[in-house]
T-cell receptor
């Protein structure tokens, strides 16, 4: 079975400071990993993904994430947070070794990011 | 279309009534997914369609839930005899259909069962 853990329900950071939103995963094989962001009353917006290759993945709005296989982590980072980054962030995983079932994703419970002035 | 669209955006119904939720995927996307987002439950997979293949229904929580996809495009999620615990945001996503590809989500339908 595949699973995702986002250990922090909420992360608070001051504008201009770096931010990190944590994600760890568990899969049988190799993972596909995704980050999505959800603004109030909106659907999920894709930020970035790791499929293969370079462990550091760059995505939309200045976000990046680093795949760490030994720690089974895929933490989301941004060097300088903006108030407009305040939203709910979801990490998701799919086990590459799974056959069938298409791309169905397993999501973490979400981390609320609050960026304050 | 430019993105995944869903209707209605909000639905209030009485316990025991049936509801239908609609999803229009991105044009050309062969894969379509339904997820449910509940308070305290996070996002859970419900059902997956890929082209003309039999759908993966492994996430449907009970036989009151069903979905169909007509002509490989529009999908309808039907909940029969709704219960209060069905209250949630129902999200639809589509992707081009190859493994590892990004799923693009619609804005969701917020369902409230009174």
């Amino acid at each position: 079975a595949q699973s995702v853990a986002q250990p922090e329900d909420q992360v608070n950071v001051a504008e201009g400071n770096p931010l990190t939103v944590k994600c760890t995963y568990s899969v049988s094989g190799n993972p596909y990993l995704f980050w999505y962001v959800q603004y109030p009353n909106r659907g999920l917006q894709f930020l970035l993904k790791y499929i293969t290759g370079d462990n550091l993945v760059k995505g939309s709005y200045g976000f990046e994430a680093e795949f760490n296989k030994s720690q089974t982590s895929f933490h989301l980072k941004k060097p300088s947070a903006l108030v407009s980054d305040s939203a709910l962030y979801f990490c998701a995983v799919r086990d590459m070794s799974l056959t069938g079932g298409g791309n169905k994703l397993t999501f973490g419970t979400g981390t609320q990011l609050k960026v304050e002035l | 279309g430019a993105g995944v669209s869903q209707s209605p955006s909000n639905k209030v119904t009485e316990k025991g009534k049936d509801v239908e939720l609609r999803c229009d995927p991105i044009s050309g996307h062969t894969a379509l997914y339904w997820y449910r987002q509940s308070l305290g439950q996070g996002l859970e997979f419900l059902i997956y369609f890929q082209g003309n293949s039999a759908p993966d229904k492994s996430g449907l929580p009970s036989d009151r839930f069903s979905a169909e996809r007509t002509g490989g495009s529009v999908s309808t999620l039907t909940i029969q005899r709704t219960q209060q615990e069905d209250s949630a945001v129902y999200l639809c996503a589509s992707s081009p259909g190859r493994v590892g590809e990004t799923q693009y989500f619609g804005p969701g339908t917020r369902l409230l069962v009174l």
